[in-house]
């Protein structure tokens, strides 16, 4: 069993920045590839990004390439998400997900997918 424990959320102007962290308090996070995932108010939960386990490969959605980055450091057994040139339609609750596929980070990630969810963080941009 894997707890996932989100922070770093909160609230910045456009074009700003925030570093998201995602820490596995128990198990082994480096078993699974990493994801974030992010949720409007009145919108279906969204895919943002993919790392693989070793954290050689991401994959980012559309609306968040060039912008987020996202990495790892198991040592740590945590992920992270740098959210650059933030706009206001990235407000959202950031969810951090943990994935058994192997080959995670080479293909977006399906909600079915997810193992295991965090709770939430929530990142709003004003303009």
């Known amino acids: 069993q894997v707890q996932l424990v989100e922070s770093g959320g909160g609230l910045v102007q456009a074009g700003g920045s925030l570093r998201l962290s995602c820490t596995a308090s128990?198990?082994?996070?480096?078993?699974?590839?990493g994801g974030w995932f992010r949720q409007a108010p009145e919108k279906e939960r969204e895919f943002v990004a993919a790392l693989s386990r070793s954290g050689g490969h991401a994959y980012y959605a559309d609306s968040v390439k060039g912008r987020f980055t996202m990495s790892r450091d198991n040592a740590e057994n945590t992920v992270y998400l740098q959210m650059n040139s933030l706009k206001p339609e990235d407000t959202a609750v950031y969810y951090c997900?943990?994935?058994?596929?192997?080959?995670?980070?080479?293909?977006?990630?399906?909600?079915?997918?997810?193992?295991?969810w965090g709770q939430g963080t929530q990142v709003t941009v004003s303009s």
């Open positions: 128990r198990g082994t996070f480096s078993s699974y590839g």
């Open positions: 997900a943990a994935v058994l596929r192997t080959t995670v980070g080479l293909t977006p990630i399906r909600s079915s997918e997810v193992t295991f």
